[in-house]
Each structure stands twice: as structure tokens, then as C-alpha cells.
């Protein structure tokens, strides 16, 4: 059963436009959200995150929005630029502490020039 | 800055033997955890550990043992390798809030 559901496995987004990739999740006691970009040959690399008392969280181009009654969250990219062609995993944690986090599949983000 | 070290980068080994992956978490950081990443699969949480203890386990198969040594750097030991086996395990640290800074990743390739 995913808890962390990315739905799309690939995006194409042109180069200058707005990326946006969208996550749901099953498990409402998570309570913190992250964002990682993962290169090929590359562990993941922190992103952004969110705690579930917020509702936006913005740092430079990378926005991510949490809707609790949807249980959905989104990063938002603008402007994207070639360099953040990556695959991005949207992850959860419930409680904090030393617990793992739960990942989704994650959403290979192609920026065309 | 230092970050997570995880050694051997690559690893292939035949069925039924046994594999050792290791992981040196960025200093000062008090938590370690192992993820399980398939082809094609997202990563899957393995087990934790806190200040040397074990803190948290997930789908860790029971041919698989792990430990915190008092440096802080963990072992991953995979005993009696299936082809299923075959990975990238990825290590990760924390100074106990919910960001993990993970390592580079260890491919295990299983014959």
C-alpha cells in the first residue's frame, strides 16, 4: 500500500516555464513533507520542506504548497531551468524523531530548452 | 562540507554469499538509516539507528543485520544473497529533526 503516491512518473516542462509536480499521501498522521532531487549516480538531495502547520513554504524558485484536507502537496519550479532536470521524490514522516521517511515512486522532471 | 560517505560504491556478488556496505554519517550527526532502492522503485526504509541504538525498523528481510559503531558509522550486512537483493542502498544521517542528508548510494548487484 503507497502511503506517498507521486502519480506521475515523467513531466516535460519548457524551459522558463512554471514546473509542477504534485504528490498525495494516505496517512494523516504524517505531520512533515519533503522534497528531493535525486541526480543519476547521485544519492537524494534535499530539497525544501514543510511542516503540516503551514500551508506554503517558499525558497528561491521552489514553492511547496500543502492542502491537509487533501491530502495533497505540490512543488512548484519557476522559472525551470535546464539544470533542474532530475528525478524528484516527495517524502513524509510521521512524529519526527529518528523514525524514516516514506517516499513516493518519484516524478523524473524533463526540462526542454 | 562533509558528507554522508558510503563505501563501496559498487558491489556485484553471486547468490548465497554475503555482502558488508558501509556508511559514514556527516559528523555530529546522531541518527543513521538505510534505504532499500529497487529498479524502477522508490526507496524503501530499511532501519535506523539513534545514538548507536537501533531506533526504527522497516522492511529490513531478516538476512539482513545492522549496527552503529561507537565512531558512528554503520555496517549494513547482507547474508545469503537472492538476486533479489540487487539495489542501491543508500545511507543517511540526521541531527535528529526530519531532514536526511543521504550518501551517494552503494549498487549491489546480485549474480
Known amino acids: 500500500d503507497q502511503q506517498v503516491k507521486q502519480n506521475s512518473p515523467s513531466l516535460s516542462v519548457q524551459e522558463g516555464r512554471i514546473s509542477i509536480l504534485n504528490c498525495d499521501y494516505t496517512?494523516?498522521?504524517?505531520?512533515?513533507f519533503l522534497w528531493y532531487k535525486k541526480y543519476p549516480a547521485e544519492g537524494p538531495t534535499f530539497l525544501i520542506s514543510?511542516?503540516?502547520?503551514?500551508d506554503k513554504n517558499e525558497d528561491g524558485r521552489f514553492t511547496v504548497f500543502l492542502n491537509k484536507s487533501a491530502k495533497h502537496l505540490s512543488l512548484h519550479i519557476v522559472p525551470s531551468q535546464p539544470g533542474d532536470s532530475a528525478v524528484y521524490f516527495c517524502?513524509?514522516?510521521?512524529?519526527?524523531?529518528?523514525?524514516?521517511?516514506?517516499f513516493g515512486k518519484g516524478t523524473h522532471l524533463i526540462i526542454q530548452p | 562540507a562533509a558528507g554522508v560517505i558510503q563505501s563501496p560504491r559498487h558491489l556485484i556478488k553471486e547468490k548465497r554469499e554475503t555482502a558488508t556496505l558501509k556508511c559514514y554519517p556527516i559528523?555530529?550527526?546522531?541518527?543513521v538509516y538505510w534505504y532499500q532502492q529497487g529498479p524502477g522503485q522508490d526507496p524503501q526504509f530499511l532501519i535506523s539507528?539513534?545514538?548507536?541504538?537501533?531506533?526504527d525498523k522497516g522492511s529490513i528481510p531478516d538476512r539482513f543485520s545492522a549496527q552503529q559503531f561507537s565512531d558512528y558509522h554503520s555496517e549494513l550486512n547482507m547474508s545469503s544473497l537472492e538476486l533479489g537483493d540487487s539495489a542501491l542502498y543508500f545511507c543517511?544521517?540526521?541531527?535528529?529533526?526530519?531532514?536526511?542528508?543521504f550518501g551517494a548510494g552503494s549498487r549491489l548487484t546480485v549474480l
Open positions: 543517511a544521517s540526521s541531527s535528529g529533526a526530519n531532514v536526511l542528508t
Open positions: 496517512n494523516s498522521m504524517f505531520d512533515y
Open positions: 514543510i511542516s503540516s502547520i503551514k
Open positions: 517524502a513524509a514522516s510521521a512524529g519526527g524523531g529518528a523514525d524514516g521517511l516514506t
Open positions: 559528523p555530529r550527526h546522531d541518527t
Open positions: 539507528f539513534y545514538e548507536k541504538m537501533q531506533s
